[in-house]
């Protein structure tokens, strides 16, 4: 099945035709604005704390500030700065009492994820969080497919160091419908991705009480 | 009672004599290292990662870059940038399970801590993560008697909106004393402060046992 969007891009069908189908028609209305995953986030963060679901913010983009001009009548400039390396992942918060972290990634490929998309702090950062009990995960767009995927960060480990060992460079998209949780892009919110999170939240509740 | 600091500085008092003497022997050892605050916390919190204690870190400084250049063979510069207002607190993490915010600050007043160290966008956040179950307080430091206190955000919020008020524009050293948990500058790590959330969740919990 082969279909168009209004502005003539091939969509590629994933062969869940009733899940496709339920997507062209949302995008017909409000997907495919050409926004960057980083920006439909901010956009859902936003929604998200206007009505009180949840306080997750982006962070800043870390620099070294080195010079600084404070001309008069007018505000401080900065004049030399750098990049410095992140620590953490780009996204953290507060969901229904728990730590919410995550990292999102966006590729243009259709077959695959680019396991190279992640950087090891990343990882190292998501796995202390679990460690301390947070909801990790990863949000990942195939713009080109303009599909997406909330996945439990404990998969990307898996993958993240079979990578280390056997060389595998990335996770097919077959596997990323089988491992992760669809989400679809809306209006209000752009990317409503908590409810993927009350999954992974009653996942993680379901453990601990096999604990007991 | 008036004890001198190794560098001449004087030290007053608060009347508590046996915190006194404990804390003036340990800064002996350790402390009045001119540190700021964020410096104590940023220690300590590497500390805290490096146990697996507690994932906390400080956010970057948000600034909005206006123009970049690329030089040959050498890192990106930041020719043009300026400092963007914050719209969350400084720090934020995650402890035992639980979403942790705070803002930490300082004062070299020695009588009172002027409520003016507070913004409301600062506020406002604390506000919104207590309502989604986070553990969020302030730490102060009053830099001239080198005490430090950790507040419960809600007794902040008291004193903010009852300043909105009567006016009133600060809180008094002898007001703090008893509502602030103190906190005792060491070595490693440098300012011990979780053991202080430990009383705050410990309270949470009780809150919580109530309402069943």
Chains 1, 2 share one sequence.
């Not at 409000?30 to 960057?36: E, L, P, S, T």
């Not at 996945?151 to 280390?164: E, P």
């Amino acid at each position: 099945m082969t279909l168009n969007y209004p502005d003539g891009r091939s969509f590629s069908s994933n062969g869940n035709t009733s899940n496709t189908q339920k997507r062209t028609k949302k995008e017909v209305r409000f997907g495919d604005r050409g926004m960057h995953l980083e920006e439909e986030i901010n956009e859902t963060n936003i929604f998200y704390r206007e009505h009180d679901q949840a306080v997750i913010y982006k962070k800043p983009i870390p620099v070294q500030i080195v010079k600084v001009d404070y001309p008069k009548r007018s505000k401080a400039v900065i004049k030399e700065a750098y990049f410095k390396q992140a620590s953490t992942t780009d996204y953290n918060g507060i969901y229904r009492g728990y730590y919410v972290d995550f990292e999102a990634k966006e590729t243009t490929l259709k077959q695959s994820f680019p396991l190279k998309n992640f950087h090891q702090h990343q990882i190292d950062h998501l796995k202390a969080c679990k460690k301390q009990g947070g909801i990790c995960f990863v949000i990942m767009k195939y713009v080109t497919l303009n599909r997406y995927f909330l996945v439990d960060a404990d998969i990307i480990f898996d993958y993240w160091d079979k990578k280390n060992i056997d060389g595998s460079k990335s996770i097919k998209v077959d596997q990323i419908e089988k491992i992760g949780i669809e989400l679809k892009s809306g209006y209000r919110p752009t990317l409503d991705y908590l409810p993927a999170v009350d999954k992974l939240i009653a996942a993680k509740q379901g453990e601990l009480n096999e604990d007991y």
